[in-house]
């Protein structure tokens, strides 16, 4: 069974942009690059937000606990 895993081919595409001007390449390379990094930084931007909020959340509800506690309403 392990040995059929190991020896499984690969499936590789092979992309030929040399009937391309390099520039042009390099140009879109660029902006695709460009792109990607931008979606990731959109992506990031919420999970900091997600993040944000939750330290809000969580820390607000400790602090009721805490106050709840030393009112003496909960144990």
Same mark, same amino acid.
Request: aromatic content about 18%.
């Given at each position: 069974?392990?040995?059929?895993? /190991?020896?499984?081919? $690969?499936?590789? %595409?092979?992309?030929? !942009?040399?009937?391309?001007?390099? =520039? &042009? @390449? #390099?140009?879109?390379?660029?902006? /695709?690059?460009?792109? $990607?990094?931008? %979606?990731?930084?959109? !992506?990031?931007?919420?999970?900091? =937000? &997600? @993040? #944000?909020?939750?330290?809000?959340?969580?820390?607000?509800?400790?602090?009721?606990?805490?106050?709840?506690?030393?009112?003496?309403?909960?144990?």
């Amino acid at each position: 069974m392990w040995f059929a895993a /190991v020896t499984q081919t $690969v499936k590789v %595409v092979d992309v030929d !942009l040399s009937a391309y001007p390099r =520039w &042009l @390449v #390099v140009a879109v390379g660029t902006l /695709v690059l460009a792109f $990607v990094l931008w %979606v990731m930084m959109k !992506l990031l931007k919420w999970t900091l =937000w &997600l @993040v #944000v909020f939750a330290v809000l959340v969580g820390g607000f509800t400790w602090a009721a606990w805490l106050g709840l506690q030393a009112l003496g309403w909960v144990k």
